[in-house]
């Protein structure tokens, strides 16, 4: 496909379907790899349409929303079509009384919000850089933040689902109601696909009343075994929370937008310290009335050092939901690696961190939601000796060696030069032959998003 | 194994309307001999229907007479109750309450509550997604499985997540809850523990007209309030559980609302008070506060048992599982109203109002052919009502042989496509739970069979 007449043809092509002006050849490369055709249908009719032309013709199609997770996964052999669900936009009901929301897949998040804000509601997600990402992109990453601790991820209120498969089918899963068992869950099948099973081309959510007020206490620790010692008290004590998150001692210098990024790229504290910091911290969110939050403050009593609200407030848990993405834009080298454990197993997973880390040249830096077992760890590297494409693979594979079993780690971010040195994904707890199995029943030919996919 | 026709009658119905006998019933005791019994099954291509407690209510657990069914019931014990990890290991056989039961004592339960979770199975309720009241707040059960072991029908065993919320790759956990049987046998359950309320309230709200209590299930949803249960009872139900449960429901109104909170006690008491303005609001004739847990019971007891008071009344009934937005519920109860009144027949209304999730019992003679032939009708109009509305067929009960002929009028052929090779992709050739969920065929159906009774008592304390 790679000569320029059959160029010709697939862009005639994809004209004839879309429009010429929304057929375009300048893509922006993913993992080094630059799309060769960019195509924006307008409908999930036009998206069936140019995704049976691509079947037909064996074209590999990469999904593309808001262009905020394209680095994760593997490094693709080709990209014949990035196709951009941008022009995918609109809402297509809402009504506040019934406490649902229908979007199409190529609005932003962040505008999803400001709807729901004007009648006091919210989708209980933060993950980062909601101004950017669309709905369809953070259904296909699965992507979270820090209020997965209290509403979980989208998976847990995303009701409905229209998506476009390889054949060019248009189909649907649930619907618009909250509760509803009618046909397969395939909202949960779609929900962190990575754009490997159809192009999502609408979904539909819960939603919930916005929380009137809240309030953030932080809490400092002189060890990790502390912090978590009281993460656990926390958790099993009548107070509930919003949030809950860990905060590893170099992860505060990430909890500010990156100015500009490091050169060289190495990690290099801001101020300069003589001691290694030590402090970790557990942040918490509880939303109430005064005299609810009262409580909070009476219960927690001296353990809290800081606490937050308002503008500041807002501040604070935007960048621990931006902390990737902090960190990325400080050290383009960095390794990203997100974990998933059982609960009680956050320590062990960080106390096998600090050791990979020392091992590998790499400081560590860690967020996550401390009660729910998802971590977000970055390892950024020391200006001693900048790392070989080896030392990310080994380092990685020494971590996920030195896991508690039923753990999963998957690399969120890497050089391309060291993607093609280890398995990016790693072993997943669930059968990776049902995944292949369910890949190949409706994308027989692999043409969505072709070698980035665990399957 | 059982094989004579009167062990199989035991097994030829299960808590919804249709009925058929199976060849045989096999009873499973550990993961090895499910996987065996499943490759036997697919070598000589004989049917396996997997069954836990028989509570469903949409025959999902009906099997033909060429096929058996394989029993869960005997794989019934608690593996791992894992507090630090707010986890409990099940195998599918265990009773949903007795869970609950055995981790209240640690300051936890197992959050989704059907009404017939003191006999269905956790097998069961992962096999449907079940619902319940309190499914409002916390979720139902896909929202509450974090792992699964599963026998796949030619025999293999596969694990999809674990103890941990979350994996890599495809969340092939919460595909598998409510696939209703057709895509493997579930064998091993790994469920999240929730943290029991530091305080728990119950109101009762109770309306001269239905409108009005309709009216008031949109109103504490805009209110910025979320109760953990929203249940509403029409006049006719009230009298019917008053009857036999003697709760102190007023027998007089023309609807109750059943309102619980839960949480910490200072949030508990704010929306409690919150709550009760709205219902006066909204013209509520009174507000009660149950006085203390023993009267808390009883609210939910009438309001559990409500199937079965309708049992007493009417040997035949019909119940129905639809789901509407929210703010259609005044308009569907109004419909409702005049389909009853145009077939002549008395329907029922107790449901999980704040999720929209309408549970109209249809009463019939089941004598009188007319009256039979109505019910069917009637229940037909309140399906195409609340999909007019852009609601649901079923809601937590599940399609099984039941709903499977009204699929096409939500889904296209286009969807159920899809469903069907991702099915293949499990279950080839159909060999589990065949011709359910995904249609391919018309049926029929009548009343019958007892609600299966209880096993299972709660324990103090527990929110019920």
Known sequence: MSTLAASETIVRELGSIVGERNVTLDALAINGVTPTHVVAPASAEECAQVLAFANNSNLVVAPAGGMTK?????????????LSTTRLCGIEHYDPGDLTIGVNAGMTFGEVQRTLGEHLQWLPYDAANLDHATVGGCVATGATGPLKHAFGGLRDFCIGVQFVTADGKVAKGGGRVVKNVAGYDLMKLMNGSF????VITRAAFKVFPRPRQTRSFICKFKSLDEALQFRTKMFQSPLTFLSMELISPQGPEYLSEAREPNDPDHYAPSAPVSLKPTTWQVALRATGSDNVLARYQRDLGSVVTLQLDGADEERFWKNVACFEQNVLGRHRNALVVYTHLAIQNVGPALHALERVATDYNFIPAVVGRAATGNLVIALLPLSVDPPSAMQYANCVSAYRGMLPQGSSAEVAHCPVEAKGHFDIWGTSTSDITMMRAVKNAIDPKNILNRGRFII | MLDKPEELMMYEYDAGVDKSRPGAVVFAQNTGQVAQIMTLATKHKIPVVPRGAGTGLSGGAIAKKEAIVLSLARMNKILDIDIPNQRAVVQPGVVNLELSNATAKHGYYYAPDPSSQKACTIGGNVAENSGGPHTLALGVTVNHVTGLE??????RVVRFGGKAQETTGLDLTGFFVGSEGTMGIVTEVTVKLTKLPEHVTTLLGIYNSVQ?????????????????????????????????VHAGYPTDAAAVLLIELEGMTEVVEEAAEAVAAVCMQQNAREVRRARDEKQRQLLWLGRKTAFGAVGRVSPSYYTQDGVIPRTKVPATLAEIDRIS????????????????NLHPLILFDARDPV????????????????????????????VGLEKMNLMPSMFTEEDLTVMIQLRNAYNPDSILNPQKMIPELHYCREISGPLPTAKVEPVAGLPV
């Open chain 2, 212 to 244: 009005d209590a309709a009216n008031t299930v949109v109103a504490i949803t805009q209110s910025g309030v979320t109760p953990a249960a929203l249940e509403m009872l029409d006049g006719w139900m009230l009298r019917c559980v008053e009857e036999n």
């Open chain 2, 341 to 356: 009144k145009f077939y002549g027949l008395i329907i029922g209304n107790v449901f999980h109002a704040g999720d929209g």
């Open chain 1, 195 to 198: 754009g490997t099973l159809a």
């Open chain 2, 150 to 155: 599963v026998v796949l029908p030619d025999g």
């Open chain 2, 371 to 398: 009256q039979k032939e109505n019910s069917k009708k009637a229940a037909k109009e309140i399906m195409a009502c609340c999909l007019k509305y852009g609601g649901s067929i079923t809601g937590e009960h599940g």
């Open chain 1, 70 to 82: 394209q680095d994760i996964g593997g490094v693709p052999e080709r990209i014949d079509i990035l």
